[in-house]
């Protein structure tokens, strides 16, 4: 059985930072990409970051760009998700996610290609 288990969400100022950990197992985790997605109170959840099975591709919604990083230790079974210069719009439930296909090459915005997820962790960004 897949698990995921974010950690790393907390309260922080504007301007501060965070790093996400999201830990796998139940599955061959330098097969499949990852992503991590956030929703806001009474928002939609939305796409943040996606990196592919090995690293070498990476996704960023436009709003996080230059700001969050993501990345990978295939060695254990972890994505990061690195958050630098955090707004109080960065505030949201943080979801980690694996892709349903390994070594996927398409596209890794939509939430559909994803088919299991963490439980999630709170980032609470104060003006």
């Known amino acids: 059985q897949v698990q995921l288990v974010e950690s790393g969400g907390g309260l922080v100022q504007t301007g501060g930072s965070l790093r996400l950990s999201c830990a796998a197992s139940?599955?061959?985790?330098?097969?499949?990409?990852m992503g991590w997605f956030r929703q806001a109170p009474g928002k939609e959840r939305e796409f943040v970051a996606a990196?592919?099975?090995?690293?070498?591709?990476?996704y960023y919604t436009e709003s996080v760009k230059g700001r969050f990083t993501i990345s990978r230790d295939n060695a254990k079974n972890t994505v990061y998700l690195q958050m630098n210069s955090l707004k109080p719009e960065d505030t949201a439930v943080y979801y980690c996610?694996?892709?349903?296909?390994?070594?996927?090459?398409?596209?890794?915005?939509?939430?559909?290609?994803?088919?299991?997820w963490g439980q999630g962790t709170q980032v609470t960004v104060s003006s």
């Open positions: 996610a694996v892709q349903r296909i390994p070594y996927y090459s398409g596209s890794y915005y939509s939430q559909a290609g994803y088919d299991y």
């Open positions: 139940g599955r061959t985790f330098s097969m499949y990409g």
């Open positions: 990196i592919s099975w090995n690293g070498g591709r990476t």
